[in-house]
């Protein structure tokens, strides 16, 4: 079954629209190279014509940066022009419905192109001269999940908050403070440890390697010498240190220094939770949580990539 083709414009007289956030967005990569990493999603070979990847790849972007469901994401699709124009539809054209949208996440699940997509984008920030590594940090935030029912979360416990039942988002971020992009990702359940998890998202040459506490240990450290970087872990506090003046003095000095570089990762995980709707998963299971952490910080990059 052929694909829908999008975006052919009728012939009309008018002001042309003005240009909108979603259009410095539009223009600021290379969006082939996310097309290319959806080719693997087909069309079924009865039914009408499929929807195109990208397009509805997009519209998922939208969903986060405007905190949508989908019925929501539907409806604003057909009533918002800027909304049609990033994800190609032209003024005349039908847009997906909400099933669609449920079709098009079950593919990227079934097929696992939530971490190609991510790759994609952030390459193409790399090229374009955007992320500018000075440093890394990674720390790790726990959401809820949709459900207690959920059989692949985890419990997280932290000795001064409640329990939560969910998954951890690990991520590795820029340190500089101009761009703080998000570099890479991970996602356990939530009984995983930090400084385990963690390794998965050091990536080669992080330079300095900015963690809390929960990262301490020779198996992190190890990690992170071995990819080309240098660990600068929270300390903790020793016995012997309360009777040693000058000792208690290096060693707040030393967490204090990291602490001031470390908790620009905060604004990432304030960002995904206040603005783009992480406060909870919306879907049960690993896989569709990854999906969704993904395509958080795919937006989140785009977003801190434009301004």
């Given at each position: 079954?052929?694909?829908?083709?999008?975006?052919?414009?009728?012939?009309?007289?008018?002001?042309?629209?003005?240009?909108?956030?979603?259009?410095?967005?539009?223009?600021?990569?290379?969006?082939?190279?996310?097309?290319?990493?959806l080719a693997p999603?087909?069309?079924?070979?009865?039914?009408?014509?499929?929807?195109?990847?990208?397009?509805?790849?997009?519209?998922?972007l939208?969903?986060?940066?405007?905190?949508?469901?989908?019925?929501?994401?539907?409806?604003?699709?057909?009533?918002?022009?800027?909304f049609?124009?990033?994800?190609?539809?032209?003024?005349?054209?039908?847009?997906?419905?909400?099933?669609?949208?449920?079709?098009?996440?079950?593919?990227?699940?079934?097929?696992?192109?939530?971490?190609?997509?991510f790759?994609?984008?952030?390459?193409?920030?790399?090229?374009?001269?955007?992320?500018?590594?000075?440093?890394?940090?990674?720390?790790a935030?726990?959401?809820?999940?949709?459900?207690?029912?959920?059989?692949e979360?985890?419990?997280?416990?932290?000795?001064?908050?409640?329990?939560?039942?969910?998954?951890?988002?690990?991520v590795?971020?820029?340190?500089?403070?101009?761009?703080?992009?998000?570099?890479?990702?991970?996602?356990?359940?939530?009984?995983?440890?930090?400084?385990?998890?963690?390794?998965?998202?050091?990536?080669?040459?992080?330079?300095?390697?900015?963690?809390?506490?929960?990262y301490?240990?020779?198996r992190?450290?190890?990690?992170?010498?071995?990819r080309?970087?240098?660990?600068?872990?929270?300390?903790?506090?020793?016995?012997?240190?309360?009777?040693?003046?000058?000792a208690?003095?290096?060693?707040l000095?030393?967490?204090?220094?990291?602490?001031?570089?470390?908790?620009?990762?905060?604004?990432?995980?304030?960002?995904?939770?206040?603005?783009?709707?992480?406060?909870?998963?919306?879907?049960?299971?690993?896989?569709?949580?990854?999906?969704?952490?993904?395509?958080?910080?795919?937006?989140?990059?785009?977003?801190?990539?434009?301004?």
């Amino acid at each position: 079954m052929p694909r829908r083709r999008v975006g052919q414009e009728m012939l009309g007289f008018g002001a042309a629209a003005p240009a909108t956030t979603l259009d410095g967005l539009h223009d600021l990569i290379d969006w082939s190279a996310a097309e290319r990493a959806l080719a693997p999603v087909h069309a079924a070979a009865k039914g009408e014509a499929a929807w195109p990847p990208l397009s509805l790849f997009k519209a998922l972007l939208i969903a986060v940066w405007h905190d949508l469901s989908d019925v929501k994401l539907a409806e604003a699709l057909d009533d918002r022009a800027s909304f049609r124009r990033f994800c190609g539809f032209a003024r005349h054209e039908a847009v997906p419905e909400r099933t669609a949208f449920v079709r098009f996440r079950r593919e990227l699940v079934r097929l696992g192109l939530d971490r190609a997509l991510f790759e994609a984008v952030t390459r193409q920030l790399d090229a374009k001269g955007v992320a500018v590594r000075t440093g890394t940090l990674i720390d790790a935030t726990v959401i809820a999940s949709a459900t207690r029912e959920d059989g692949e979360a985890g419990w997280s416990g932290h000795q001064r908050r409640k329990a939560v039942h969910g998954y951890k988002a690990h991520v590795a971020a820029d340190a500089d403070t101009d761009t703080a992009l998000v570099v890479g990702v991970a996602v356990t359940p939530g009984n995983a440890h930090d400084g385990v998890a963690g390794v998965a998202v050091v990536a080669d040459a992080p330079g300095r390697v900015y963690a809390d506490s929960a990262y301490r240990g020779p198996r992190f450290a190890e990690a992170v010498a071995t990819r080309g970087g240098t660990a600068h872990v929270v300390a903790t506090r020793f016995w012997s240190l309360p009777g040693d003046a000058e000792a208690e003095r290096r060693f707040l000095a030393r967490n204090a220094a990291i602490h001031g570089v470390r908790c620009r990762v905060e604004k990432v995980f304030g960002t995904w939770k206040r603005s783009y709707g992480l406060r909870r998963m919306r879907w049960k299971g690993l896989a569709r949580s990854a999906l969704q952490v993904r395509l958080t910080a795919i937006a989140y990059n785009l977003r801190r990539g434009l301004t």
